[in-house]
């Protein structure tokens, strides 16, 4: 499939929904490995009792960074030319230096998310209700239904639950970059005030 739609220059629909799959399994192993490790930095007495060594903590960090650098690279690939977000194509032709740059800014806003979530998680675990994370996703995922649903396809508003779901070198973009600000800020505030 990616040689014909390379040959073809086209994008073969497979190809597509596995780049989605492999996104979602992306996000969903980062935030469940930096929420370990959230809960391990904040002394929750379930993770601590574990008593793991420094090479399993570093492994696993490793695999944080590694999973949101790949987000990262998702989230970017959203502004290249190749790339068409409800109807509308990148400006990135080609590696460059504001690529790597976007890459970098994409997957610290991902690496962002990922904390504040993780804060609002831990800072609202108790012995009585230990869901303050999956809650917090989905409330991401309904805020980002609520601000793009009227313009973007459903892949890409599940998205907007850890990145901004639109392109964020494109001016006329109908996803605005500033409904994914307030959205972050809102769960920044969140975190900050756990």
């Known amino acids: 499939l990616t040689i014909l739609s390379s040959r073809y220059r086209f994008t ?22 930096s929420n370990f490790l959230s809960s391990l930095a904040c002394g929750i007495s379930q993770i601590t009792s574990l008593q793991l060594g420094d090479d399993v903590v570093k492994s696993m960090a490793l695999s944080v960074v590694s999973s949101s650098c790949c987000l990262g690279l998702g989230f970017a690939g959203r502004d290249t030319n190749s790339a068409c977000i409800v109807g509308l194509s990148g400006r990135l032709i080609g590696w460059d230096a504001k690529r790597v740059a976007l890459i970098c800014v994409r997957a ?13 998680h831990v800072a609202s ?13 989905v409330i991401l995922g309904l805020s980002s239904f609520l601000a793009f649903h009227t313009h973007a396809p459903l892949p890409d508003v599940l998205a907007g639950a850890f990145a901004h779901p639109g392109q964020l070198l494109e001016k006329t973009s109908v996803l605005q970059t ?5 959205i972050h800020s809102l769960l920044s505030a969140c975190a900050a005030l756990a």
Do not use: C, M, Y
């Not at 500033?178 to 307030?182: D, I």
């Open 178 to 182: 500033w409904k994914s600000v307030a």
């Open 108 to 120: 610290a806003e991902v690496s962002s998310r990922f904390l504040g979530i993780n804060l609002i």
């Open 125 to 137: 675990r108790s012995n009585h209700f230990r869901l303050g994370g999956p809650v917090v996703v």
């Open 12 to 33: 073969h629909t497979l190809l597509a929904d596995a780049k989605f799959s492999e996104v979602a399994e992306a996000a969903i192993s980062a935030l469940v490995q």
